[in-house]
C-alpha cells in the first residue's frame, strides 16, 4: 500500500471520526437538559397536580405514587427498548445499513421530545408516554452509534476516539444548559411563564437533536462486515437468539452482566439527581440547572482526563478506580444537608470527574469484545442499561421512595450496584476475553 493510499484513508477515517462525535453532541442535549434536569422535577409535578387525596395517580387504572410515576416511566422505556433494539441490531448487521437506521431512531426522538412543548396542566400521561418514545428511541440510536466504533477507530485509537464522543456531547450539554438557565432565570424579561419557559427548554433540545443529526448523517459511512448473515427474528426471539450467540463467548457476557451492574446505578443516580435534589433537599430549579451545568463541564476535563489515564494503567484499572469513586460519593450523597446548595455542588463536581471517563472507557472496553460482523447487535445489549435506559436501578429507587417515603433511602439502595459492579468487573480476563472474541489485542488494555 503507497504512502498516498495510506495518508487517504487516514483522512477519511479522521472525518468520518469527527462526523461520529457530533452524534453525541446532537443527542447528549436530550439526555442533560430533558432527561437529567427538567422533565424528573416537571413531570413530577404534572403527576401530582393530577393526584387524588392520598397522593396516587391512577394510569390504566393502577395506583401509582405520583412521586414514583417518572421513575416507573423510565423503567417501562426499557420494556419498548428490549423488544426493539435486538431487532435492528440484528437488521442491521445484516444488511449493512446502519445509517437509514440511525436517522430514524434520532428523528423518532427529537419528534417526541419536541412534543413534550405540549405538556403542561394535568397532562401526566402524555408526558409519559413521550418519555417513553424518546427514551426508546435515544436508546436505538445510541446503539447504532456506538456500533460504528470498532470500525472507524483501530484498536489503539478506541480510548481516545471514545473519550472525545463523551467529551463532545457534554460540551454540547454545558452550551445549551447556560441557555436553559438564562432563559428560566429571566422568564418573565422573556413574557413567558416559568412553566412555559420549562416546556421551551424540553422541546428546543428535540430541536437540536434533529439538526444536528444532519452532520453525522453526511460523514458516517455504512461498513459492511464479512462476518456471518443470520435472519432476524421479531421481539423477544431475536433478543433470545442474540443471547445464545453471546453464549460462545462467555468472556464478554461476563463484561457485559458487570457493565449492566454498575451502568445501571450510574443511569439512575443521573435520571434521579434532580428529583432527590428537588424533593429530599429543597433545591430550587435554578440550584439544580446550575449543578448539572457543573457536572457537564466537569465531565468534559474527567473524559479526557480518564482516556489519558487508561494509557497508562489501561482501560480496566481505570473504570474499577471509577466504581470506587461513584461508590464514596453516593455514600457522601445520603448525608447532604437540606437546603444547602454549596453541598450539592460538592456532590455534583464528583460525579462529574467519573461521570464521563466511566462510561467511555466502559463503551472503548467492549468494542474490543464484540465478534466481527455482530457489532450493532452486541451492542444492542450493551445499550439496554445506558443514558436513562437503565430498569432495575429506577424500579428500585421508585419502590424504595414507594415503601419509605424517603428519597435518602432511595439514594442510597443505589450504592449496590456499584459495589456488586465492581466485583464482576474485577473477575474478567479482558485480554483473553478479546483473543477470544477474535479480535486482535492490544499492548495495554
Known sequence: MSADTVRTDVIDRQREQRGWYFYDWACSVYSTSVLTVFLGPYLTSVAESAADADG???????????????AYSVSLSVIVAVLVMPLVGAAADRSGRKKPLLGAAAYVGAAATTGLFFLD????????VLLIVANAAQSVGMMLYNSYLPQIAPPEERDAVSSRGWAFGYAAGSLVLIANLVLYLAHDSFGVSETT????????????????????????????????????APGFRQLAATVRHMRRHPLTLAFLLAY????DGI???????SVYGSEELGLGQSTLIAAVLLVQVLAVAGALGMGRLARTYGAKRTILGSLVAWTVTLGAGYFLPAGAPVWFFVLASGIGLVLGGSQALSRSLFSHLVPPGKEAEYFSAYEMSDRGMSWLGPLLFGITYQLTGSYRDAIISLVAFFV???ALLARVPVRQAIFDAGNP?????
Not at 121 to 128: K, T
Not at 267 to 273: D, R
Open 56 to 70: 396516587f395517580v391512577h394510569p390504566l387504572g393502577i395506583p401509582v405514587r405520583a412521586g414514583s410515576f417518572f
Open 121 to 128: 396542566g394535568d397532562r401526566y400521561l402524555l408526558g409519559g
Open 197 to 232: 419557559a420549562v416546556r421551551i427548554c424540553l422541546a428546543s433540545a428535540g430541536l437540536w437533536w434533529g439538526a444536528f443529526t444532519l452532520v453525522p448523517l453526511r460523514r458516517l459511512r455504512d461498513h459492511r462486515s464479512d462476518g456471518p448473515k443470520e435472519p432476524t
Open 260 to 263: 449492566l451492574v454498575y451502568n
Open 267 to 273: 443511569q439512575t443516580v443521573i435520571s434521579q439527581a
Open 420 to 422: 456488586i459492579g465492581f
Open 441 to 445: 489485542v492490544p499492548e495495554r488494555i
